[in-house]
């Protein structure tokens, strides 16, 4: 019940696309959805977060989607560039009542976007 | 501020042999996450420590792991009698408070390879 299930494995788009990324989550308790950005040789850094409150967030060509009742949501990134190319993994996690922060992961999706 | 730091950066250990971790918060920040990422896995929690005190071990295997924050100097994870299974990369986060925050910050990671 505490997974997260994140899809697809890998993604190639070309410069200027649509990238989009799925994450599905079992645990009803979780209520604070995160994604990170991993470089080669570099740890997670947190692109966007979203909260049940809402059904979409987004900052620049990044978006969250979220949808309560399918318990999934997902990341799209507008216009990408090739500096975008990296691992995005999904997290989830409880950040409410005496709650702290232990994330559960998703497995990652490698995007390389081609020139 | 340097950021969450963690060294060695690469570790070669010998089947048998242990392994020690260090990871040094960024500064004011007294919580810290260790993490595991095993080859095209998401990361998976370990433990979570506030100084001098282990919160939430969970996700430590039961033998031959332990890890420590002690009052002075950075977090430890240490490993006992290392097993090829144990090559990941391992990754410690820091926050300033007990809550997920945006101040939460993962390092770059040490990655350990038994041969």
């Known amino acids: 019940q505490q997974q997260v299930k994140q899809s697809p494995q890998s993604l190639i788009v070309q410069k200027g696309g649509i990238s989009i990324i799925n994450c599905a989550y079992e645990?009803?308790?979780?209520?604070?959805f995160p994604w990170y950005q991993q470089f080669p040789g570099k740890g997670p850094a947190l692109l966007i977060a979203i909260r049940p409150d809402v059904s979409e967030k987004k900052e620049g060509r990044f978006t969250i989607s979220f949808n309560k009742s399918a318990k999934q949501f997902s990341l799209h990134i507008m216009d990408s560039q090739p500096g975008d190319s990296a691992t995005y993994f999904c997290a989830a996690t409880t950040a409410g009542g005496t709650s702290y922060g232990k994330l559960t992961f998703g497995q990652g999706t490698i995007l390389t976007v081609h020139p | 501020n340097a950021g969450v730091m963690q060294n060695p950066r690469h570790l070669v250990r010998r089947r048998g042999q242990e392994a020690r971790l260090r990871c040094s918060p960024m500064k004011g920040h007294s919580h810290v996450y260790w993490y595991r990422q095993l080859p095209e896995e998401g990361l998976k929690f370990m433990v979570y420590l506030q100084k001098e005190n282990i919160i939430d071990e969970s996700g430590m295997p039961k033998e031959r792991f332990s890890a420590e924050f002690p009052k002075e100097g950075p977090s430890i994870l240490r490993i006992q009698q290392v097993v090829r299974g144990d090559s990941a990369a391992y990754f410690c986060a820091s926050s300033p408070d007990r809550k997920l925050s945006y101040g939460y910050t993962f390092g770059s990671g040490t990655r350990l390879t038994v041969v």
């Open positions: 645990n009803t308790a979780f209520d604070y």
